[in-house]
């Protein structure tokens, strides 16, 4: 039912709503820049990113949202282990992701760790487990890297490491319903 | 003694089979009671996380309500990423009621949140620290750097596991063995994680920074408890040490494989010889 108060959620109104983050608490320390694993490969270090947010600004946002940071966090959660405020930056970015996706606004760099992390769901999907040779030929025949790791895969298949059938799980048809119903 | 719920996730399976090994070893040689969860499924890892919140939740949701089912009150789980996915997943359900009701929704069963969950740490320190006094029959006289990574310490608020900034434990569980821990920098840096295969260079990197350190402060080998930690440093050595334009080989091993070692397990049952690395005869 529509109130007087009803309007559209602004972008800054829906990432709350997503991470349950409040982006106003963060006073720019930069710990969170400083402790970053991947912050000298990112256009956004993390504390740049959070100040981006803060305006409010559409454009800012999606500059956000563009960015190859938000697919480079590892999600090692050094950032916040080391914020005072507390600031949940691997959570805002995990919504960020998938806002991104909704756009269609994705960081062509990211190409590669999308298809990665898409080859790893597929695998899930089928086997409710992962089978690491199921989703290398999913990675492989999304990105066309059909070189990569070849001189890898004869070590790790001496040693026993790569099992060549993955294994399947007896409740399939749960996973398939959890993918179903998570819209996966 | 108390059966505990075993989960490997997948990882426990290909690429870091000897952790799952030497876990196992480990409890045989202890005659300690451990189960495995039975038809678990994977807990989504780092890219449910990345692309889907409800599924990043229920897939490590079927896997608590699983152990439940079966009877459980505590579950080991050795791979630190299962571990934090795990943690964080009961930590929300058993403090979001609406989320929980929806979560148990998707994967259509009940979870009441009573489950304790361990990392592999915590269930040495339980179960196998009491035992290492008398049982110590190899000493192992080597300097170690015990490297933790992230997903076992943090987020610190849910997993309230050790010391964030510089644990103590596998450290103190080292001198039992007879080692002696290095002091250094690199404890809980991250090794690149996930990235493994679709940024390797960012793993070289990351890794090469963590061996170096570890090299420099005399360790003789490297000690993890996370599969990703030790898949990046051992099996991404070549691009680890193309970007350190150095050959380190430095080993790493699992710590239920120095624990073993020192109790005289057999290199073998302790999957030794399934790294890339080589780790010597000590």
Request: proline content about 6%; glycine content about 6%.
């Amino acid at each position: 039912m529509m109130t007087e108060n009803s309007h559209t959620p602004s972008p800054a109104e829906r990432l709350k709503a997503c991470s349950g983050v409040d982006v106003q608490l963060c006073y720019q320390c930069g710990k969170c820049t400083a402790g970053c694993a991947m912050a000298p490969e990112m256009d956004l270090p993390p504390s740049f990113l959070v100040r981006l947010l803060q305006t409010g600004s559409p454009a800012a946002y999606r500059r956000v949202l563009e960015s190859r940071s938000i697919w480079l966090c590892v999600g090692c959660e050094q950032c916040i282990g080391r914020c005072p405020k507390e600031v949940d930056i691997p959570r805002l970015i995990d919504c960020l992701r998938s806002e991104a996706q909704k756009e269609g606004c994705v960081s062509p760099e990211a190409s590669d760790i999308i298809k990665f992390h898409k080859s790893f769901l597929g695998s899930v999907k089928r086997n409710g487990r992962l089978g690491e040779l199921d989703l290398v030929v999913e990675y492989k025949l999304r990105t066309l890297h059909l070189f990569q790791d070849v001189d890898v895969a004869p070590g790790m298949l001496a040693k026993g490491k790569l099992p060549l059938i993955p294994e399947r799980i007896k409740g399939k048809r749960e996973i398939d319903e959890i993918f179903k119903k998570s819209n996966a | 003694m108390k059966e505990t719920g075993f989960y490997p996730g997948c990882s426990l399976q290909a690429t870091s089979r000897e952790y799952n090994e030497s876990v196992r070893a480990l409890a045989r040689h202890l005659s300690l009671p451990l189960r495995e969860i039975e038809d678990w499924n994977c807990c989504g890892a780092t890219a449910a996380h990345s692309m889907n919140h409800e599924l990043a939740l229920a897939l490590p949701a079927r896997v608590l309500a699983l152990a439940e089912a079966q009877g459980m009150e505590e579950i080991v789980v050795p791979c630190a990423a299962c571990y934090g996915r795990l943690a964080t997943t009961h930590h929300t359900l058993v403090t979001d009621e609406t989320l929980r009701q929806k979560t148990c929704d998707t994967i259509g069963m009940e979870y009441s949140g009573k489950l304790k969950i361990l990392n592999a740490v915590q269930w040495i320190e339980q179960y196998v620290e009491p035992l290492l006094a008398n049982a110590v029959t190899h000493p192992i006289n080597r300097k170690m750097a015990c490297y933790y990574g992230c997903l076992l310490v943090r987020p610190h608020k849910v997993l309230q596991f050790d010391r964030v900034e510089d644990p103590q434990s596998m450290d103190r569980l080292c001198a039992l063995c007879g080692s002696e821990p290095v002091d250094w920098a690199f404890k809980t840096e991250c090794c690149g994680a996930g990235l493994s295969i679709s940024r390797t260079q960012s793993v070289g990197r990351l890794s090469g920074a963590i061996l170096s350190d570890a090299a420099e402060r005399g360790a003789e080998a490297i000690i993890v408890a996370c599969p990703m930690c030790h898949s990046n440093l051992d099996m991404r050595r070549p691009a680890a040490n193309r970007s350190l334009g150095q050959k380190l080989d430095i080993p790493v091993l699992f710590i239920t494989q120095l624990i073993g070692l020192a109790l005289g397990i057999p290199r073998k049952e302790l999957g030794l010889d399934r790294h890339f690395v080589p780790v010597p005869q000590w």
